[in-house]
């Protein structure tokens, strides 16, 4: 059941009290800051504090992590012949199919950094 509170003329959710109804068995680490509500299955309880420290490293490693690999423009302007190339690729058909690449998040790839010093 989803519990609202009145703010100005709207009502909006504060709390879901069987949120925790969809979990399955086992230990759980809940970790919640302003805009974001982490969610993890623990895996030893015994390392519950290993484990925590390990996200809340994670999470600046990740936020470190985006911020030095934002696109930034490049301080050259393109040749003519260069341009040139580029006004063709963005002519072929259906080439939304080439510039999708996938990798891993930044919030794995931290835990895995993290996980991988530790060992």
Not at 24 to 51: F, I, K, Y
Request: contains cysteine; proline residues 3%; glycine residues 6%.
């Amino acid at each position: 059941m989803t519990l609202y509170k009145k703010v100005g003329r709207k009502y909006i959710p504060v709390s879901d009290t069987e949120a925790y109804a969809g979990l399955d068995n086992g230990s759980w680490m809940v970790h919640v800051e302003n805009g974001s509500t982490q969610c993890r299955r623990l895996v030893e309880p015994a390392n519950a504090a290993l484990e925590f420290a390990i996200l809340l490293k994670s999470n600046k490693i990740s936020k470190y992590l985006m911020e030095v690999s934002k696109a930034r423009p490049k301080s050259q302007k393109l040749t003519k012949a260069q341009k040139k190339i580029v006004d063709q690729f963005y002519s072929l058909p259906n080439k939304d199919a080439l510039l999708y690449w996938e990798y891993d998040s930044y919030q794995g790839m931290a835990e895995g950094l993290i996980k991988s010093l530790l060992n």
